[in-house]
């Protein structure tokens, strides 16, 4: 009795996983047939018909971002008072990453010297 009932639990097991691998075999197919594959045979495809007879593209490499030094930005101008001109506040909002030089956030720095 014992023995009929763990033989019947193993079957069952047995059947679910069977049924769960064909269920995982379905899925990774329909992936493949209908979202991989148009996916790369679009990657594939030339993008303008002619392309070829140009010369190659450099491929992008990863910008270094610009220290502040770099850029010109001095480290001793970070207010209104450290500025000259209205260009140089410009400069100094937009490149040096200054946002206190724009405390209203119109885009106008230093509204005194840029009238």
Do not use: I
Request: charged letters at 30%.
């Amino acid at each position: 009795m014992m023995r009929d009932k763990l033989r019947l639990l193993f079957k069952r097991l047995f059947m679910a996983l069977v049924a769960a691998l064909a269920t995982f075999g379905l899925l990774v197919w329909l992936a493949l047939r209908f979202w991989a594959t148009p996916l790369l045979a679009e990657l594939a495809a030339p993008v303008e018909p002619g392309l070829e007879d140009h010369a190659p593209v450099e491929r992008l490499t990863a910008v270094q971002p610009v220290t502040e030094e770099a850029a010109g930005c001095s480290p001793n101008k970070r207010t209104c008072k450290d500025m000259v001109s209205c260009e140089e506040a410009k400069f100094y909002l937009q490149q040096c990453d200054r946002p206190r030089l724009d405390r209203d956030k119109d885009g106008v720095p230093c509204e005194k010297l840029c009238r």
